[in-house]
Structures are given as structure tokens and as C-alpha cells.
């Protein structure tokens, strides 16, 4: 039987309340959901990235009950996303189905990443909703002329950001074990 694999690499600085939900959500829709941290090329971070797995184990060690299917895998965290799906065939075969986790603020930037033609060759994008970032049927179109192909999780993700944590530090952003986590560590400072 094909495993059905979710790739949920993300950059969050830190990973929120919203990132955890989403993670909930995959973990009832999928055998097996990936989770790394790693550094988008057009983002800058503030935070070193073994912090930031950390804070995605803490905010995985939080729900209940337990999600085995949710497993920590720094040996996915590469700069460019074909080699983190390149390195998920190494581990669990070329012939499961991979799904990589984008939210719809990246859509657009598809077209510029690594390898791209490659890449949708060996995954579906799954696109997650997020506040402010519409999802465009010219974006869509565009992945399908790359190759690609796409689902819409029917999910709406919360109105939270680790960019409006950084700035404002709002506590409701981020889960208490993060914020504990934050606070020892005296990361955003």
C-alpha cells in the first residue's frame, strides 16, 4: 500500500498556535507527516535553527492525545525543498506519495524555487489558507504549467503569524511550552 507522506518543512520564527493546528489537521489526514525546520532563502531569521526544531518538538509534544504519525526530521532540513524530498525518497521509497506543505503566501513563489520542474514531478503541493494571502486561480494555473500538481487543504488556518509574535509578542500567538521555551532561552529579545 502507498503511505501517504505530508512534507511540512517550514521557516517559522517561532512556529505558532496556527502551525500546531495545522499539524493536527495533517496528522488526521495523512500516514505520515514530516516536520522540519529550516531557512527560506528569501527570508531573513533571527533565531538559529536548532531552536526553532526545538520549538516544532515542543509544540508536537504538546497535542493530545499523542499523534505518532507527527515526527520530528532535521535530516529533511535542507535550503532548498528538492533536496528535503530527495533526501524523504532516500528514507521512505520513491513510491509513496509525497505531499509538500506550503502555505498560500508562497504560492507565488514557486516558480523561483530550486529545481522547480523537478520537484512537482515528485510531489503534490499541498496549499494551506492563510489570512491576506488569497488563493489565485493565475497562481494555481501557474503550477499546473510547471508540471505541478496541487490540493487546497479544507482548512482555514488562524490569523497568526510568527512575524506578528516577533513584533508584538503576543503570548496568545504562540503555545506556553514555546513561550516558556522563548523566555529561558531569552530568544526576541
Not at 495533517?26 to 527560506?40: F, I, R, T
Not at 509525497?98 to 503566501?105: F, P, Q, T
Not at 503570548?171 to 526576541?188: A, E
Amino acid at each position: 500500500m502507498i503511505k501517504k507522506i505530508a512534507l511540512f518543512g517550514t521557516s517559522a520564527d517561532p512556529p505558532t498556535a496556527g502551525h500546531q493546528m495545522i499539524l493536527k489537521w495533517l496528522a488526521k489526514h495523512y500516514d505520515l507527516v514530516a516536520v522540519w525546520a529550516s531557512d527560506n532563502p528569501y527570508k531573513n531569521h533571527q533565531t538559529h535553527l536548532q531552536h526553532r526544531v526545538k520549538m516544532l518538538q515542543l509544540l508536537i509534544e504538546e497535542i493530545h492525545p499523542p499523534q505518532p504519525q507527527l515526527k520530528i526530521c532535521p535530516e529533511l532540513s535542507y535550503l532548498r525543498s528538492l533536496m528535503s524530498v530527495r533526501q524523504a525518497q532516500k528514507i521512505w521509497g520513491k513510491e509513496s506519495e509525497y505531499h509538500l506543505v506550503i502555505g498560500s503566501d508562497l504560492i507565488v513563489q514557486v516558480p523561483r524555487w530550486y529545481g522547480v520542474q523537478d520537484l512537482l514531478k515528485q510531489v503534490k503541493i499541498l496549499i494551506i489558507s492563510r489570512p491576506n494571502y488569497p488563493i489565485c486561480t493565475k497562481d494555481l494555473k501557474m503550477i499546473e504549467e510547471l508540471g505541478g500538481d496541487y490540493l487546497i487543504a479544507d482548512l482555514d488556518a488562524p490569523a497568526v503569524s510568527s512575524t506578528a509574535y516577533r513584533e508584538t509578542q503576543d503570548q496568545t500567538i504562540v503555545t506556553t511550552p514555546i513561550q516558556d521555551y522563548i523566555h529561558h532561552q531569552k530568544l526576541y529579545l
